[in-house]
């Protein structure tokens, strides 16, 4: 048994049995889609430009991953380290899918359900990617198979079934269930195995919050670093986005930021439930909630007024990742500092 071989074991605990799919599934848009930005009404019909094309090649059956256990619930507090990718990787996450790609990969969109089809909604970038399934822009590609197959990328939570395709440049894009969303990933036959087998359930972020939290949650310790969780509403839950652990620098700007800031002399009615965006952050012993709604950050276990969000407060946590994924605020002198509002 080689290493590789051994690696795809220690990652993948077991193997569902293979099923039958005959559904055809979604290959990746190269091409670049122009920016626009607007409202806030993204799912209007009228607001997306479909191209359908052609079918794709079906080279296996559909396989269901395992994803590793999840690690022993702490009792509150700051009290496990929070787990480290290895070397020249890094760790994204999706709801409670945890998977560990190259760190130099850069972010784009991936395949969602959009007017009754799956659509691909965002300017992909020329080289590798993770992919989430967040509208970019509102220039969108739909269709069984889109044009332009070529650089590796992962995308999680793609509106994709599993099984596998062959791409236009030879290399496969293989999608599985794991930790109850889709993880698929198009890559040479080493670097996808590896990727699947790093596949496992969240174990830094919380995957889900019921509303907006007043108290300190329990997460890992980030010892002098900045852990900041991503959070989106879906229905009536907060659904984690993305993840990422900051250094120390990060750190020290948002502690600063934050002291320098004032008070809301008033509660904003969104505030009380959260907005559809929230951000937890965690800097040693101190945790706050960042509402890109309401524009507001509260310390949790301190005062229950929010204070205000600035720049500087936002400038820190406007990671690459967080940018890609979240709307952020949709006026005033914060607007653009993410993504944005599509229309």
Do not use: K
């Amino acid at each position: 048994m080689d290493d590789l071989e051994q690696l795809v074991r220690d990652g993948l605990r077991e193997r569902a049995e293979r099923v039958d799919t005959s559904a055809p599934l979604v290959a990746r848009a190269r091409r670049s889609a122009r920016r626009r930005r607007g409202a806030r009404a993204v799912v209007a019909a009228a607001a997306v430009v479909v191209v359908v094309v052609g079918g794709t090649a079906i080279l296996d059956e559909a396989r269901d991953v395992s994803p590793a256990p999840a690690p022993e619930p702490t009792s509150g507090g700051a009290e496990t380290p929070v787990p480290m990718a290895p070397d020249g990787w890094r760790t994204e996450q999706w709801h409670d899918l945890a998977v560990d790609v190259p760190a130099h990969w850069g972010y784009g969109a991936a395949p969602m359900r959009l007017v009754g089809d799956t659509n691909i909604c965002g300017d992909l970038p020329d080289g590798p990617y993770v992919g989430r399934p967040v509208m970019v822009t509102d220039m969108c590609w739909a269709g069984d198979r889109l044009p332009g197959a070529s650089a590796p990328y992962v995308w999680l939570g793609a509106d994709v079934e599993p099984g596998t395709v062959a791409l236009d440049d030879g290399t496969v894009q293989e999608t599985v269930e794991v930790a109850g969303t889709t993880l698929t990933v198009a890559a040479d036959d080493p670097l996808r195995r590896r990727i699947l087998a790093s596949a496992r359930t969240g174990d830094t972020c919380p995957a889900e919050l019921l509303r907006a939290p007043t108290s300190a949650l329990p997460l890992p310790d980030t010892g002098a670093g900045l852990l900041v969780c991503g959070y989106r509403t879906d229905g009536e839950r907060q659904r984690l986005v993305s993840s990422q652990l900051l250094g120390v620098e990060a750190s020290r700007r948002l502690v600063n930021a934050y002291a320098a800031t004032d008070t809301m002399s008033s509660m904003p009615a969104c505030a009380e439930e959260g907005g559809r965006e929230l951000v937890v952050v965690q800097a040693r012993d101190r945790q706050w909630v960042v509402d890109l709604e309401c524009s507001g950050i509260r310390e949790l276990g301190a005062s229950p007024f929010p204070r205000h969000l600035t720049i500087a407060i936002i400038e820190p946590l406007a990671t690459e990742v967080l940018r890609n994924v979240l709307y952020g605020p949709t006026s005033g002198r914060l607007a653009g500092s993410f993504n944005g509002p599509m229309g």
